[in-house]
């Protein structure tokens, strides 16, 4: 599975971020139906609400991570969750669901353009009492991540995350750089996964990620021209208020019964 380094090493980064988990099994409690994740990635979200009972859609354009989730997701499970290869810009189920989740700062990865196209998607899939939960970076945090630099290379004793890949027993180092556009409103970053074999090789993988950073009024627009409304916004997963502190904001939105 030489094929899936990427989402290996992935997986076992995103498997250290808890924090989101208990928010997101509410929603699903108070959720009358199946839910839609959009960017379910390797599957850390679709497999934690699937192990507690609730039928789970994840949706994402990169085979080799849908490949992933479905190669690891305990057999048990697996009655509990549909895997989609599909554009979240342009998806058609022909299903609606009461709860589309698309978290992790996914929905920053796109243009307006894009956006509106992911929102409009979400509208046509939402039911009509349904609600959408996306999470953004903060406009007001500078940074995404909590370290920046130069270049990978000058980050050596600086790691985001050291993790041990479950798979291989291999230690992981996680490494990220940031280059802010302001003037577009875009921070590209590039993330580097130093992996140790134990004859000491070092095997690195690249990805490299763009991230459009929105005011919380843009955002709000993109929603109102798509025929939704936000129902509240959050600051972190516990429902606290909004601070320059907040690494990310969560909309909460539903139909816009005007439109």
């Not at 899936?4 to 009358?32: C, I, K, M, N």
Request: aromatic content about 10%; charged content about 20%.
């Amino acid at each position: 599975m030489s094929h899936l380094q990427f989402p290996r090493l992935y997986s076992g980064y995103v498997a250290h971020f808890t924090e989101d988990l208990p928010l997101w099994r509410s929603l699903a409690s108070a959720a009358s139906g199946p839910i839609l994740e959009l960017g379910c990635g390797p599957g850390r979200i679709l497999a934690d609400l699937s192990s507690r009972g609730y039928t789970v859609t994840g949706l994402d354009n990169d085979p080799e991570m849908l490949e992933w989730a479905c190669s690891t997701l305990p057999n048990h499970l697996k009655d509990h969750i549909d895997l989609v290869e599909a554009d979240m810009r342009s998806f058609n189920l022909e299903q609606h669901f009461p709860l589309i989740l698309v978290p992790c700062n996914t929905f920053a990865y796109f243009s307006d353009q894009e956006a509106q196209s992911i929102l409009l998607c979400i509208r046509k899939h939402l039911t009509r009492e349904g609600q959408g939960v996306l999470v953004v970076p903060n406009p007001d945090q500078s940074t995404i991540l909590t370290t920046t630099g130069g270049e990978i290379e000058d980050l050596q004793d600086n790691p985001v995350l050291n993790y041990i890949e479950p798979l291989s027993g291999n230690p992981v180092q996680v490494f990220a750089v940031e280059k802010p556009d302001w003037k577009k409103r875009v921070i590209d970053v590039t993330w580097a996964f130093d992996e140790l074999f134990p004859e000491g090789k070092v095997q690195r993988t690249i990805k490299e990620i763009s991230y459009h950073i929105r005011s919380m009024e843009d955002t709000l627009s993109l929603m109102m021209n798509m025929g939704l409304r936000c129902k509240g916004m959050y600051g972190d997963y516990q429902y606290g208020p909004i601070r320059t502190t907040s690494g990310e904001i969560i909309f909460f939105l539903e139909h816009d019964m005007d439109r």
